[in-house]
């Protein structure tokens, strides 16, 4: 196996209605909903950064832009706190200042789904291997989730997509996997189906917002084709490539929240304010009084 290419990129699709949040994301993008005090897209990008990848494409849409604004210098904001010597404010300031340069957004005038949502970046991409992170979803991992994956990559050389079992009866909400060879950590994708029925599911085994993907699904996102839900469907073209290229689904270690739901954001919460010793003693004792 010839080296793989190095992992810089990544891109962050942010386009979608955030329906589910009503009327909270009538002004403002689900992305910046804060898990504790950090937005969304904050967590993605940190587990992205600590996968050694540089460059961020954000795939955006109206009512997006507080999404670039946060990651601006707030000269203001910055001047005053120095000003004020508020030196712990400045410092929490810090994960969002990005490199000049190192982040592009680009408009997805419609959002016709994620596989268009990719497509949109294909400039950005040009001929590199690249991550995909969907902000809803957070993982709670020793070893960041993105970083387990990029091992997975740099050891297989292909594609490769954190899975995750799923019930059964939920197989209608995912991208599920039809299963090759599986040494219980790696399994070797041999097909894959957007949102099957559970009677349908060739397994229940879930892809989650977490992807490295080679160059080669692009050409097949160009068809825009529409599949389930009438959208373009980046579970489609991903199958497509099953057999050009090795294609492994990788059993992450981690817990994931599905925060594009209430209950996965509200149950993120309480598990990543369980986690920060400044919140954890008071929070544990607020929830006795309610259960
Ligand atoms: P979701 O399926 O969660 O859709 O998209 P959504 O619109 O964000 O939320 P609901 O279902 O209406 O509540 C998964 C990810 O794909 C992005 C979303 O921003 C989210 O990160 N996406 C989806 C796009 O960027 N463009 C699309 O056309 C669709």
């Keep these: 196996m010839s ?28 992305e910046m909903l804060t898990v504790v005090d950090r937005p969304l897209i904050q967590y993605a990008i940190d587990e992205a950064r600590a996968a050694g990848i540089e460059e961020f494409c954000l795939i955006t849409g109206r009512g997006k832009d507080s999404l670039i604004d946060y990651f601006d210098i707030a000269y203001e904001l910055e001047s005053t706190l120095r000003e004020r010597n508020k030196t712990d404010a400045l410092k929490a300031l ?25 497509w949109c970046a294909r400039s950005f991409i040009g001929d590199d291997p690249f991550a995909i992170l969907l902000p809803d979803d957070i993982v709670k991992s020793g070893v960041p989730c993105m970083k387990q994956l ?28 039809k299963t090759g060879k599986d040494d219980g950590r790696l399994v070797e994708v041999q097909g894959l189906v957007e949102k099957p029925k559970p009677e349908d599911a060739p397994s229940n085994l879930s892809v989650i917002g977490r992807y490295i993907l080679t160059a080669d699904v692009m050409k097949y996102l160009a068809k825009l084709e529409k599949g389930a839900g009438g959208e373009v469907q980046l579970t489609d073209a991903m199958a497509k490539t099953i057999g050009e290229a090795p294609f492994h689904g990788l059993r992450y270690e981690g817990e994931r929240f599905d925060c594009g739901n209430k209950i996965g954001f509200l149950e993120a919460q309480i598990a990543f304010s369980l986690d920060r010793p400044d919140l954890a003693g008071e929070v544990k004792e607020f929830l006795k009084k309610y259960s």
């Design 3 to 30: 080296r793989p290419k190095p992992l810089r990129k990544a891109v962050l699709p942010v386009a979608g209605l955030g329906t589910r949040f009503l009327p909270a994301t009538k002004a403002m993008p689900k």
């Design 94 to 118: 810090e994960p969002s200042s990005i490199e000049a340069g190192s982040l592009v957004a680009v408009r997805q005038q419609e959002p016709l789904g994620l596989g268009h949502a990719i």
């Design 150 to 177: 990029a091992d997975a990559y740099y050891q297989t050389g292909g594609s490769v997509v954190a899975v995750t079992e799923v019930p059964r009866a939920h197989t209608n909400r995912y991208g599920i996997l």
